[in-house]
């Protein structure tokens, strides 16, 4: 019951139910007006709620032991859901993906030249490996796969981070992680340095 929880945490979940109505109302209405199955319609989470203390989370989901470093993080997914026309090819993909893996899967689907567009991610739907790279609420340099979860260090030393094996749940050897390390900071220097130098301009040309 909400009185077993913190104030902050209770509203939250009083929020998420409101949510949940709101979004179930609003693909009815399309539903109803003939909008929903001749469209694409796709939902996504922005980042994970803020403020609350483990404490919430290990009774909520009843977990066997407190939230570690790496547990925590693991509470930070958000969804993305994907609805075809008619509902058609329904199904969950169990792979580990990112914001930046939202366009390329949706130039897919669209059946748009994605030989014309930039991007670092790629297809979830046509890709047996996941990956995706952290920063804001991890160091620079954090990543996840379907495998391992990789938390850098605040120092950038690569040596320096710890590598978890996220089918136990347990740590595991950092060499299992040294590739992902530098495709994951390689992804954040390059988008920094299109930001940075406004380089769109330039690099979009090159496609069209």
Not at 91 to 114: C, E, F, R, W
Request: aromatic share 12%; with cysteine.
């Amino acid at each position: 019951t909400p009185k077993e929880f913190s104030p902050i945490f209770s509203d939250y979940l009083q929020a998420q139910h409101y949510q949940d109505k709101a979004l179930g109302e609003f693909i009815e209405n399309l539903r109803q007006q003939g909008i929903l199955d001749k469209s694409l319609l796709v939902i996504y989470g922005d980042h994970f709620g803020s403020g609350f203390v483990p404490q919430d989370f290990e009774k909520l989901l009843n977990l066997p032991q407190p939230l570690n470093e790496y547990t925590s993080k693991e509470l930070n997914k958000v969804p993305l859901l994907i609805r075809l026309p008619g509902g058609t090819a329904a199904g969950v993909k169990h792979i580990s993906g990112g914001q930046m893996d939202l366009l390329p899967t949706l130039i897919n689907l669209l059946g748009l030249d994605k030989s014309k567009s930039l991007y670092f991610g790629q297809d979830l739907l046509n890709s047996k490996d996941g990956f995706s790279a952290f920063r804001f609420y991890s160091p620079d340099g954090t990543f996840a796969t379907n495998e391992v979860f990789y938390l850098a260090a605040k120092d950038g030393v690569f040596e320096h981070g710890t590598a978890y094996d996220r089918k136990t749940g347990q740590k595991t050897d950092l060499e299992r992680c040294r590739d992902g390390f530098r495709r994951a900071t390689w992804q954040l220097n390059m988008s920094d340095l299109i930001l940075e130098t406004n380089g769109l301009p330039q690099l979009l040309p090159k496609i069209h």
